[in-house]
């Protein structure tokens, strides 16, 4: 707890911010053990969130806060839930509950900012864990980590994504903190594999790329989370 973060003490916009947000976060603290806030209700309803099981992506963004907010402060009441975070964490863990490519986020925001803070190692195991069912996700034919569904299942392809990309700190630390260098070449070859089929050459991107599961080969780029599909003539910037 004793590295902090500093503020320029000239922004006062910034440490207004700052105290507002901590100050929603010591309320919002013990309604958010185990289960945790996704999106908001309509506006109609009040723009209140409640707590979801922990089966989404988002569900380490609180636990992530309060370790920024424990980090910057040095109050360690920000950090008095830990235990249940990661007894959630846990638990999501032994189930398999939502596993995808998003382990990254949901453990790097959670498990591994414990384990900086606070140095436990329960934290720092769990999230060794999260990064070796992360690393279940690679195709070592294709060198890239799939986003969705059951590894290597798909109709009839699996897809990688760019937010995947935002994952990839989980392996990293991973590596550096066991010395394994297999997870931050796991993580490198998914990097340079996004780079070669999801970005075009005018540098706008695909969110998604069809991948073949049995021959590793790129097929064609698509967008989910929109309301047009868009294909490549030709698979990915270098072909395949």
């Given at each position: 707890?004793s590295?902090?973060?500093t ?13 507002e947000?901590?100050e ?6 013990p309604?958010?053990?185990?289960r945790?806030?996704?999106v908001?209700?309509?506006?109609a309803?009040g723009?209140?969130?409640?707590p ?7 569900s380490?963004f609180?636990?992530g806060?309060?370790c920024?907010a424990a ?13 249940d975070?990661l007894?959630?964490f846990?638990?999501r ?11 990254g986020?949901?453990?790097t925001l959670?498990a ?5 803070l606070?140095?436990?190692?329960e ?8 990064a ?10 294709g ?17 990688i ?15 550096e ?8 070449d ?8 996004c780079?070669?089929?999801?970005v ?7 969110h998604?790329y ?5 021959t590793?080969?790129?097929?064609e ?6 309301s ?6 030709r ?6």
């Amino acid at each position: 707890m004793s590295e902090r973060f500093t503020a320029p003490q000239d922004d006062a916009l910034y440490l207004q911010m700052c105290a507002e947000i901590e100050e929603k976060l010591r309320r919002a603290a013990p309604l958010y053990t185990r289960r945790y806030p996704h999106v908001s209700t309509l506006p109609a309803e009040g723009l209140r969130y409640t707590p979801e099981e922990n089966n989404l992506w988002t569900s380490s963004f609180l636990p992530g806060m309060m370790c920024l907010a424990a980090k910057r402060t040095g109050d360690a009441a920000f950090l008095q839930y830990k235990d249940d975070y990661l007894a959630s964490f846990k638990a999501r863990l032994d189930n398999r509950v939502g596993i995808s490519h998003d382990l990254g986020f949901l453990y790097t925001l959670s498990a591994v900012a414990l384990y900086k803070l606070t140095g436990d190692e329960e934290a720092r195991a769990l999230a060794l864990r999260a990064a070796d069912m992360l690393c279940e996700r690679y195709n070592e034919k294709g060198r890239y980590i799939q986003a969705w569904g059951e590894f290597n299942v798909g109709t009839p392809y699996v897809k990688i994504i760019v937010d995947t990309m935002l994952n990839l700190p989980l392996l990293f630390w991973a590596g550096e903190t066991t010395g394994n260098a297999r997870y931050a070449d796991i993580a490198t070859a998914h990097a340079h594999t996004c780079a070669d089929y999801l970005v075009r050459e005018d540098y706008s991107s695909f969110h998604t790329y069809l991948m073949d599961p049995a021959t590793g080969k790129a097929v064609e780029g698509r967008t989910h989370q929109a309301s047009t599909i868009t294909q490549l003539g030709r698979a990915g910037r270098h072909g395949s």
